[in-house]
T-cell receptor
Framework: GAGVSQSPSNKVTEKGKDVELRCDPI?????LYWYRQRLGQGLEFLIY????????KSGLPSDRFSAERTGESVSTLTIQRTQQEDSAVYLC????????????FGPGTRLTVT | AQTVTQSQPEMSVQEAETVTLSCTYD???????LFWYKQPPSRQMILVIR??????QNATENRFSVNFQKAAKSFSLKISDSQLGDTAMYFC???????????FGSGTQLTVLP
């Protein structure tokens, strides 16, 4: 079946603008995660959605970052008033509910803030 | 908080040889899962192998196997008969009941030489 998809694949924006990044998880996957990967580094957790539970926002670096998820489908990560340090690849992953199951990753969105 | 450490930023191996990538972690949890993901230049994160902490038997997947030493909190990845397609960044990752998101190490860039 289809994997996790993300759009756009690349986004260039000017400092101070808002951006929206989209993630379509695998159908039936109740858990959805957003991660950030700075150049040459590992992945940093941003936010986690599980079904209809309140999201775990503990990884969001500032209040400029927010995310929403509609039911168990699409999620949008919004970055307001972008800064140059926001430049990174933003990766989305989804998994079945149970702890320890594989997280399937999308191809990521490369964000460049000029 | 959980931490994952990969002390080898770069490694290389001759095609058909065997290589071992190191990973150590720190946690106070008893129920957790460990993963190795690979990220080729395409940026797509791919699960290589997964280990449940409660299982004493080391996981294996074809040419990939782990050496899981729970007391030492060590989780190394052995790649046998290395192939050119194994060239990628390899990330060790951890998840547990209290933090379902993955915590990643900083990665090891593996290059397989012809």
């Amino acid at each position: 079946g289809a994997g996790v998809s993300q759009s756009p694949s690349n986004k260039v924006t000017e400092k101070g603008k808002d951006v929206e990044l989209r993630c379509d998880p695998i159908s039936g996957h109740t858990a959805l995660y957003w991660y950030r990967q700075r150049l040459g580094q590992g992945l940093e957790f941003l936010i986690y959605f599980q079904g209809n539970s309140a999201p775990d926002k503990s990884g969001l670096p500032s209040d400029r970052f927010s995310a929403e998820r509609t039911g168990e489908s699409v999620s949008t990560l919004t970055i307001q008033r972008t800064q140059q340090e926001d430049s990174a690849v933003y990766l989305c992953a989804s998994s079945l509910r149970q702890l320890g199951y594989e997280q399937y990753f999308g191809p990521g969105t490369r964000l460049t803030v000029t | 908080a959980q931490t994952v450490t990969q002390s080898q930023p770069e490694m290389s191996v001759q095609e058909a040889e065997t290589v071992t990538l190191s990973c150590t972690y720190d946690t106070s949890e008893s129920n957790y899962y460990l993963f190795w993901y690979k990220q080729p230049p395409s940026r797509q994160m791919i699960l290589v192998i997964r280990q449940e902490a409660y299982k004493q038997q080391n996981a294996t997947e074809n040419r990939f196997s782990v050496n899981f030493q729970k007391a030492a909190k060590s989780f190394s990845l052995k790649i046998s008969d290395s192939q050119l397609g194994d060239t990628a960044m390899y990330f060790c990752a951890f998840s547990s009941g209290s933090a379902r998101q993955l915590t990643f190490g900083s990665g090891t860039q593996l290059t397989v030489l012809p």
